[in-house]
């Protein structure tokens, strides 16, 4: 049984409890490494908040000051503090008066590299995911977009600066990972450095945004 026939067949303690038993939580060590890195070996990786949980199935790497359509381009200010802190901490930010979209810290300490989760694979919670997300239209859309999946965990800006080691907010990974063809391609929706391939994604996924 997969864990997305898992989700939606217990849909909640008992998936939570399964990928418990099957994973560990990544050590801050995985997101001390160059963003690109991360934002690769981020996929099939498990994001867990509160009852709900999520395969992450596409993410995309920001670099910091070399980068101009990344937050740190303008250098350290009071938003961009938690992405010059340690890594491994969530960067949670308010675009378009509307949506909230997590980031996990990359790199050492100083250097604000960071990698925006785009889309997951719901795999506990999906009760509580269609109360928050009431016109996704089916379970591959409940959290197939940035703004989607925050939506969907229930993440916020309240989580903002968040040990991605410690919870409420955590990022676990398999022991047993199952392999899947990595889709290489550039960002979407934003207006400079377009065209680097910095999006990263699970090719073929039904759950990866469009």
């Given at each position: 049984?997969?864990?997305?026939?898992?989700?939606?067949?217990?849909?909640?303690?008992?998936?939570?409890?399964?990928?418990?038993?099957?994973?560990?939580?990544?050590?801050?060590?995985?997101?001390?490494?160059?963003?690109?890195?991360?934002?690769?070996d981020?996929?099939?990786?498990?994001?867990?908040?509160?009852?709900?949980?999520?395969?992450?199935?596409?993410?995309?790497?920001?670099?910091?000051?070399?980068?101009r359509?990344?937050?740190?381009?303008?250098?350290?200010?009071?938003?961009?503090?938690?992405?010059?802190?340690?890594?491994?901490?969530?960067?949670?930010?308010?675009?378009?008066?509307?949506?909230?979209?997590?980031?996990?810290?990359?790199?050492?300490?100083?250097?604000p590299?960071?990698?925006?989760?785009?889309?997951?694979?719901?795999?506990a919670?999906?009760?509580?995911?269609?109360?928050?997300?009431?016109?996704a239209?089916?379970?591959?859309?409940?959290?197939?977009?940035?703004?989607?999946?925050?939506?969907?965990?229930?993440?916020?800006?309240?989580?903002?600066?968040?040990?991605?080691?410690?919870?409420?907010?955590?990022?676990?990974?398999?022991?047993?990972?199952?392999?899947?063809?990595?889709?290489?391609?550039?960002?979407?929706?934003?207006?400079?450095?377009?065209?680097?391939?910095?999006?990263?994604?699970?090719?073929?996924?039904?759950?990866?945004?469009?």
């Amino acid at each position: 049984m997969s864990f997305g026939e898992l989700a939606i067949a217990s849909d909640g303690e008992m998936a939570l409890r399964e990928i418990e038993r099957r994973s560990y939580i990544l050590p801050r060590s995985f997101y001390e490494r160059p963003t690109v890195e991360v934002a690769r070996d981020i996929l099939g990786k498990i994001l867990v908040h509160g009852r709900t949980a999520g395969r992450i199935v596409e993410a995309e790497a920001y670099l910091g000051e070399q980068d101009r359509a990344a937050h740190a381009w303008h250098g350290l200010t009071p938003r961009t503090r938690v992405l010059y802190g340690p890594p491994g901490h969530a960067y949670v930010y308010f675009i378009y008066g509307m949506y909230e979209c997590l980031n996990f810290v990359a790199e050492p300490e100083g250097v604000p590299g960071c990698v925006l989760i785009r889309a997951l694979e719901p795999l506990a919670g999906l009760d509580l995911m269609r109360r928050r997300r009431p016109k996704a239209r089916s379970v591959h859309e409940l959290a197939s977009g940035p703004g989607k999946l925050t939506q969907a965990m229930g993440i916020t800006r309240r989580l903002n600066g968040a040990d991605l080691t410690r919870g409420p907010l955590l990022v676990r990974a398999l022991r047993n990972e199952p392999s899947f063809e990595l889709g290489v391609g550039p960002r979407i929706g934003v207006r400079h450095c377009a065209d680097w391939p910095l999006r990263f994604y699970i090719r073929g996924h039904p759950c990866v945004s469009r």
